[in-house]
């Protein structure tokens, strides 16, 4: 569980959904653009800048969300039944190494 990966699509998706999610609200170490969240399954990997990763398992939402300005005590649990099987994806380092905002995220194998 070394990080937390969510997909841009899915941030977007919360906010059509009247969620007023940000990169970083929900956690996530890393944002990735140009990839559809849908495709991401375990035990693909994926090379970012000269890091290497190893998708391993999603990520369930969890009480912590409530510090969320926008969601609060009273809508808590609305918004955990809406993050189940979307709150991203955890990821193990394979290969140690850089990461630089707007690195491609490239899968490496299926």
Request: charged letters at 20%.
């Amino acid at each position: 569980m070394s990080l937390l990966i969510i997909s841009f699509d899915l941030i977007e998706n919360l906010n059509q959904n009247g969620w007023p999610v940000k990169p970083g609200d929900l956690g996530e170490n890393l944002t990735v653009k140009n990839i559809n969240y849908s495709s991401i399954k375990p035990n693909q990997k994926y090379q970012i800048g000269n890091t290497k990763i190893e998708i391993t398992f999603k990520c369930d939402p969890c009480q912590k969300l409530r510090f969320l300005p926008y969601v609060g005590n009273s809508k808590i649990n609305q918004f955990i039944k809406f993050l189940i099987d979307i709150r991203g994806w955890y990821a193990k380092v394979i290969e140690t190494g850089i990461i630089h905002e707007n690195d491609s995220f490239e899968l490496i194998n299926k």
